[in-house]
Structures are given as structure tokens and as C-alpha cells.
């Protein structure tokens, strides 16, 4: 049972270059969200999913794009990287309800 | 504005005594608490929730409480171990339709052998 599951688990990138982030997972949660997380400060929302087709932005949605084609999938996309969006990059999905949300191992991203 | 803290970055306590880590929170809408455990190079893992209707839940070695007149809870591990050193984050929710979680900044937790 793998869960929660992030593709690529590190990538550097040039400013200007774009790149999506995959998170799959196994557990037929309705609900999927990306987080970042930098140095001293907790985890962010960007944008999150309450089911399949559905998105809405979250805390700090600028720079970034989501879909939700499939249950199992949220991708998230930098059509434009910046050296602001360096971070760890998690995502996490839960069931419905008063439910904890379950994470991936992240995504280290360097842009430079 | 920062509607979770956690006020103190990091804690050191000695193997076997109580470990207290603190949160404190300003928007009166949460009605769900959870605390994280998080260790380097992984991803956040849920430890133990409290919903709003209680001021206790307990689970194994870890309690939290909720006291929502000062707005603030707490988690207590009992008796500390040193594999429970690691970043520790409260996180709050003000709606299950969403289940959006606003996360303290972390308190970093070192038992001591």
C-alpha cells in the first residue's frame, strides 16, 4: 500500500522553464491538496481538490496551476519557474469528514 | 496574519520525562486540531486530532488538549523517547467541506538519551 506518492522527488530547473508535479494516490480519497513548506515556517496551502474536476486555490496560489482529471492524480504546474517558488513541495489527500490528511515524502524543487 | 503559532522553535527534554509542546490560534472558526510529526527528508505524519467538542483525547503516549477560551492547545508525550525527537506541527481546520489546514511554524523537539 504506497498511499500517497510524489514524482519527481528532486528537480533544479532554470528561471523561466516550466515543470509539473505529479502526486498519486492509492487510497480513493476524495480530497487532494499541495502544500510548500520553506525554512521556519509551516506548510502552505496552494491549491486543493475536493473531488475529480474540481480545484480551488488555497493560501499562495500565484505562480501555480492544478489539475484533477483522475480520483487518483493532482498535478501541479509552474508554467514560468521563479526562484521565489524554490521550496519542498508536499501534497496530501484525506476522506470526507473530520479525517486527517495523509502526505507524500515531498518534492525538493531549486530554481536558478 | 499568522493565525497559528507556535511560539517556541525547538524543545530539549531527557529521555523518560514529559515533552509539552505548545499552540496557540486566533480564528474562533476552527473546530478540528491535529498535531505532525515530521522527520527530515519525509513527509509530515499524523500523530493524534482533537475536535472542538472536546478539551482531551488521548492516544497511547500522546494527549493533546484544547482549551478554547485561551485558544490554545497542547500536546504532551509521555514518556518521551528519542526516536519522538523530530519537527513537531500543529494544524487547524474550520471546515470538514474542505479540510484546508492552516499549520502552525513548527517546534523542533530533541529527546536527549
Known amino acids: 500500500n504506497a498511499g500517497v506518492t510524489q514524482t519527481p522527488k528532486f528537480r533544479v530547473l532554470k528561471t523561466g522553464q516550466s515543470m509539473t508535479l505529479l502526486c498519486a494516490q492509492d487510497m480513493n480519497h476524495e480530497y487532494m491538496y499541495w502544500y510548500r513548506q520553506d525554512p521556519g515556517m509551516g506548510l502552505r496551502l496552494i491549491h486543493y481538490s475536493v473531488g475529480e474536476g474540481t480545484t480551488a486555490k488555497g493560501e499562495v496560489p500565484d505562480g501555480y496551476n492544478v489539475s484533477r482529471l483522475k480520483k487518483q492524480n493532482f498535478l501541479l504546474g509552474l508554467e514560468s519557474a521563479a526562484p521565489s517558488q524554490t521550496s519542498v513541495y508536499f501534497c496530501a489527500s484525506r476522506r470526507q469528514g473530520y479525517q486527517p490528511q495523509h502526505f507524500g515524502d515531498g518534492t525538493r524543487l531549486s530554481i536558478l | 496574519d499568522q493565525q497559528v503559532k507556535q511560539n517556541s522553535p525547538s524543545l530539549s527534554v531527557q529521555e523518560g520525562r514529559i515533552s509539552i509542546l505548545n499552540c496557540d490560534y486566533t480564528?474562533?472558526?476552527?473546530?478540528?486540531f491535529l498535531w505532525y510529526k515530521k522527520y527530515p527528508a519525509e513527509g509530515p505524519t499524523f500523530l493524534i486530532s482533537i475536535s472542538s467538542i472536546k478539551d482531551k483525547n488521548e492516544d497511547g503516549r500522546f494527549t493533546v488538549f484544547l482549551n478554547k477560551s485561551a485558544k490554545h492547545l497542547s500536546l504532551h508525550i509521555v514518556p518521551s523517547q528519542p526516536g519522538d525527537s523530530a519537527v513537531y506541527f500543529c494544524a487547524a481546520s474550520a471546515s470538514s467541506n474542505t479540510g484546508k489546514l492552516i499549520f502552525g511554524q513548527g517546534t523542533t523537539l530533541q529527546v536527549k538519551p
Open positions: 480564528n474562533s472558526m476552527f473546530d478540528y
